[in-house]
């Protein structure tokens, strides 16, 4: 390697120029990735956080709107239990409320009606968990939005009333908006749109959105499906279901992919204009007896020397950044497994870009170097 090391130590400043642009591209690549985690957090962590295997929603509800339109009842809840597989069910309700705090705070609410005390409901890392009949307990960033354990949220339109008990210790939303577990009795009449004193209809009493399911093992889902009148998804497919989930990743997975194209194309042009240049002193070398195997890994060594540098360099530039920005309203989420597997992958889509250009170091004729001293 000796030809790599001393072109890397001769040409410093022409692989710094080099190296700095592979490191602004994997500056966009960390915070794409950190964009990407938040946007994930801010739409489905409350769905993330919940312990199901699955979801069954009414027979026939499409996907993106299962949350919105899906209403099932207490008797498909029971054959769901009966089906094998199947550990633990309970229903589970989820809608959308506008509130204002007692201290004039307004505030979005994504509510999850559950039952007190079934798998569903959550753990608290502030106050008390979920039980009375007009407490709610509210997502860690429902606090830091101005709510506070004790304080009373007042539903517009209707006027139901309901007191902060809690506080679970992590980010719990559902599209973009903060989650507040409710009682399922306290959920079914905000569903309905009984306010105080308003009686609840009969039927109303045993529904709720979907059927949230626990299972031992494999669960066959069409089966549990065709006795209880229900369409299952998965839980991670379910997050589809999420308000601008789908098309928010989508968008910046296909950002991530172009990106991803394009750092293995320059990186490839670099490469394949340091090449030419070298080819000389690679001819040279070959005439002098060099292996065409020695100077491929020559050229792929110092490929490797500048991606590596550069690409950990604009890691820990974007990882800097990223810290910065997590502070603010930008959903924004550092995770070191996507952080790490985006660096990888730029190193091996640079080292491929670069391998295509070393490629023509193996064409190199010994007679280019003499003919070149005519």
Known sequence: MFLALRELRFARWRFTLMGSVVALIAVLVVLLSGLSSGLVNDGVSGLQRLPVTAFAFN????????????????????RWRQQP?????????????????????????????????????????EGAGLGAPDGIVVSR??????????????????GTRFTVVGATAD???????????????????????????DELRASAATEATAIALQADGDLDLAAGDAVAGTTSYGKVQAYGASPGYTAETSTLQLIQAFLYAISALVVGAF???????RRHELAV??????????????????????????????????????????????????????????????????????????????????????????
Do not use: C
Request: proline share 4%; aromatic share 6%; hydrophobic share 50%.
């Open 85 to 125: 597989g199947v550990r633990d069910a309970t229903l589970f309700g989820n809608m959308l409320v506008n509130a204002r705090s007692s201290r004039d705070v307004p505030i979005d609410l994504a509510m999850f009606g559950v039952e007190p005390g079934s798998f569903l409901s959550p753990p608290v890392a």
């Open 271 to 277: 490469f394949t204009v340091w090449t030419i240049n």
């Open 285 to 374: 070398l070959r005439a002098m007896g060099a292996a065409r195997s020695y100077l491929l890994r020559d050229g792929l060594v110092q490929a490797l020397v500048v991606l590596g540098a550069s690409i950990a360099a604009g890691i820990a530039v974007g990882v800097g950044l990223g810290g910065l920005i997590s502070g603010s309203a930008v959903p924004f989420a550092i995770e070191a497994p996507a952080v790490l597997a985006a660096g990888v992958l730029l190193v091996v889509l640079g080292t491929a870009g670069a391998a295509v250009a070393i490629v023509r170091i193996a064409a190199v004729d010994p007679l280019t170097a003499l003919g070149a001293q005519r």
């Open 171 to 197: 980010q719990r939303t559902y599209g973009h908006v903060d989650v507040a577990y409710v009682p399922l009795k306290a959920w079914q009449r905000l569903h309905q749109g009984a306010g105080p004193g």
């Open 141 to 158: 960033t429902a606090l830091e939005a101005g709510l506070r354990v004790g304080d009373t949220v007042v539903i517009d339109r209707i």
């Open 59 to 78: 027979h026939g509800m499409k996907l993106d709107s299962a949350f919105s339109r899906s209403v099932v009842d207490r008797e498909q809840l029971d």
